[in-house]
């Protein structure tokens, strides 16, 4: 069993910022690389970073660069998105994601590379 719990989201005005935390527990040796995505009303869910196993290699969406940091503590089994200067199109419900595969360096950009998911976590960021 794996299980994913996200925090950390909330109302926030434009500009502002927030972390969200996600926390793995359960089998926490099956899970690797961890990703956060995205989902707004009526649009597909979209990928939004992801850092490997050992923290070495990260990778962004073009839309969050320069103003989301992933960030993961292995001792803690938990792994964080600091936002910030937030705009309203960030608005979403934020997912947390696990990769299943073992290996140490290796990131994905798509859905279908996650085995595990949390419930989300909604970031609404007004005008």
């Known amino acids: 069993q794996v299980q994913l719990v996200e925090s950390g989201g909330g109302l926030v005005q434009a500009g502002g910022s927030l972390r969200l935390s996600c926390t793995t527990s359960g089998r926490t040796s099956s899970v690797y690389a961890m990703g956060w995505f995205r989902q707004a009303p009526g649009k597909e869910r979209e990928f939004v970073a992801a850092?490997?196993?050992?923290?070495?290699?990260?990778r962004y969406t073009d839309s969050v660069k320069g103003r989301f940091t992933i960030a993961r503590d292995n001792t803690k089994n938990t792994v964080y998105l600091q936002m910030n200067a937030l705009k309203p199109d960030d608005t979403a419900v934020y997912y947390c994601?696990?990769?299943?595969?073992?290996?140490?360096?290796?990131?994905?950009?798509?859905?279908?590379?996650?085995?595990?998911w949390g419930q989300g976590t909604q970031v609404t960021v007004s005008s």
């Open positions: 994601a696990g990769d299943g595969s073992r290996s140490t360096s290796v990131v994905h950009i798509t859905a279908s590379g996650y085995d595990y």
């Open positions: 850092i490997s196993w050992n923290s070495v290699t990260t």
